[in-house]
């Protein structure tokens, strides 16, 4: 059987960002990225400091995972990295979670479509705005908002941008524009992703988060959004596996 490269595997715990926030979820964590944010609040994922956590599993080696985790306490599984859009093998999991009726949140940042993306119930794009350092690839995300439209799975996905700075929310409002049919969420940037100091990581983040929701309420051309902060960071600050 094909295998995946596993960073971690935690749960059940509560999905913490986006279109099924505050959801029971177990989590799947997957090695690997296409990108390198500055900002990056998993790059251990990708920057080799987590090179000895990758484990090569196959898909029911993940789900006797997931089980002996979550017993029977579970239906939702949230897929993350990394890019685990990057992983064509991720089919034989979600074909597997699919037979045992556990229904699937993604995150990915759409530099990359994959077939098996139809089989995902909350499909989370989020592209990266120039406080990330990186450059969006505006005619792979193209296709893939194309592609959802076509299969009548529009109502599945959903985009999520983070806000560090203006110019993060001038390219928000521009991707809003350009994919009006998706449901659009604005995120809270954590710019403390080290610090243990939860107490005052939370006061700081509840200020950013009045902060980005009052600039929206002024804006005329911010209608149908929703603005959210990462909800686990509140209760468990930059722990991992949470
Ligand atoms: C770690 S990423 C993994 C999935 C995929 N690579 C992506 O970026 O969408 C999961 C989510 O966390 C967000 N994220 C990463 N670092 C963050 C930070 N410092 N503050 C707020 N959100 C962050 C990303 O934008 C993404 O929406
Ligand atoms: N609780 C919880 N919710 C999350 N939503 C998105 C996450 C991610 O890292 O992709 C995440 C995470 O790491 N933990
Ligand atoms: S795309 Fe996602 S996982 Fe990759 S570096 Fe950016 S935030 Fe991190
Ligand atoms: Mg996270």
């Known amino acids: 059987m094909s295998k995946i490269p596993v960073m971690e595997i ?9 279109m099924v926030v505050g959801q029971k979820t177990m989590f799947v964590r997957t090695a690997g990225c ?3 944010c500055a900002w990056c609040d998993s790059a251990f994922t990708w920057d080799g400091s987590g090179k000895d956590l990758i484990r ?7 789900w006797n995972e997931l089980t ?8 939702y599984i949230t897929i993350s990295g990394g890019n685990p859009a990057l992983l064509k093998n991720m089919s034989s999991l979600v074909h597997l979670l699919k037979e045992k009726n556990i229904k699937i949140c993604l995150e990915t940042q759409g530099s990359k479509w994959q077939d098996w993306f139809l089989d995902i119930h909350a499909l989370t794009l989020s592209p990266k705005p120039p406080s990330s350092g990186m450059e969006t690839d505006f005619q792979v995300l193209d296709k893939i908002v194309d592609r959802l439209a076509e299969a009548g799975a ?4 959903s985009l999520k941008i983070v806000i560090f ?4 929310y001038e390219y928000a409002k521009m991707v809003h524009k350009r994919y009006p049919a998706l449901t659009f969420f604005l995120q809270v940037g954590n710019d403390d992703i080290v610090t243990e100091n939860r107490q005052k990581l939370m006061v700081s983040l509840v200020d950013k988060y009045e902060s980005l929701v009052e600039k929206v309420m002024i804006d005329n051309e911010m209608k149908n959004v929703r603005v959210l902060p990462q ?4 209760i468990w600050g930059n722990k991992r596996g949470v």
């Open 10 to 18: 935690f749960g059940p715990t509560i999905q913490g960002e986006g």
């Open 34 to 36: 296409d990108y390198s």
């Open 56 to 62: 090569q599993m196959d898909a029911t080696e993940i």
């Open 68 to 75: 002996s985790l979550g017993g029977v306490g579970f239906s």
């Open 154 to 157: 529009i109502q599945n996905g």
């Open 165 to 168: 700075d203006d110019s993060d």
């Open 231 to 234: 909800l686990h960071v509140y």
